[in-house]
T-cell receptor, first 112, second 114 residues
Framework: DAGVTQSPTHLIKTRGQQVTLRCSPK?????VSWYQQALGQGPQFIFQ???????QRGNFPDRFSGHQFPNYSSELNVNALLLGDSALYLC???????????FGDGTRLSIL | AQSVTQLDSHVSVSEGTPVLLRCNYS??????LFWYVQHPNKGLQLLLK??????LVKGINGFEAEFKKSETSFHLTKPSAHMSDAAEYFC????????????FGTGTRLKVLA
């Protein structure tokens, strides 16, 4: 049973570019959440998708957007990249009823 | 609003000695609380969860945590540290209404000395 898978594992971009990160949830899960983890910090909630809709959003600018597909997989898009967007981006999936979130290994994004 | 405070950014213990990682939480209602572990360059692995059942929660790899409402604490313990326990540990409170988004503490780095 595959867990949460994220791609790519590493990515290098320059300021002003756009990036798309991908996530496949654990089998049986229908909810996907995205978190940003800056170096030495705890993860910060970006947003959550359920039934292909953004259900809740954290304190992140509109440059951060997402999508959920009918098969529950998800994408995180970041436009107009800034140096401060360098971080580990974690995807987590869960089922309903407050089940614990399962995390992928993340995508390490570096902005030059 | 919910929040968590991890009281120690770094903890060092000798192999075979007890581990105590401290976490205090703030929540306006009965919270769901979790401990996750993160090894270098890896994602987060769930150690244990509290969801208003027994106040003493047993997790994987010999870890356990006790929910104390009067002290608003959820400290993580292990009787005997192993070298493989060296990692970053996060205390998490969940928004138990609606989306169940997670609010993380700043983490405690556990170092295990031989």
């Amino acid at each position: 049973d595959a867990g949460v898978t994220q791609s790519p594992t590493h990515l290098i971009k320059t300021r002003g570019q756009q990036v798309t990160l991908r996530c496949s949830p654990k089998s049986g899960h229908d909810t996907v959440s995205w978190y940003q983890q800056a170096l030495g910090q705890g993860p910060q909630f970006i947003f959550q998708y359920y039934e292909e809709e953004e259900r809740q959003r954290g304190n992140f600018p509109d440059r951060f957007s997402g999508h959920q597909f009918p098969n529950y997989s998800s994408e995180l898009n970041v436009n107009a990249l800034l140096l401060g967007d360098s971080a580990l981006y974690l995807c987590a999936s869960s089922g309903q009823g407050g089940q614990p979130q399962h995390f992928g290994d993340g995508t390490r994004l570096s902005i030059l | 609003a919910q929040s968590v405070t991890q009281l120690d950014s770094h903890v060092s213990v000798s192999e075979g000695t007890p581990v105590l990682l401290r976490c205090n939480y703030s929540s306006s209602y009965s919270p769901s609380l979790f401990w996750y572990v993160q090894h270098p360059n890896k994602g987060l692995q769930l150690l244990l969860k509290y969801t208003s059942a027994a106040t003493l929660v047993k997790g994987i790899n010999g870890f356990e945590a006790e929910f104390k409402k009067s002290e608003t604490s959820f400290h993580l313990t292990k009787p005997s540290a192993h070298m493989s326990d060296a990692a970053e540990y996060f205390c998490v409170v969940s928004d138990a209404q609606g989306t169940y988004k997670y609010i993380f503490g700043t983490g405690t780095r556990l170092k295990v000395l031989a």
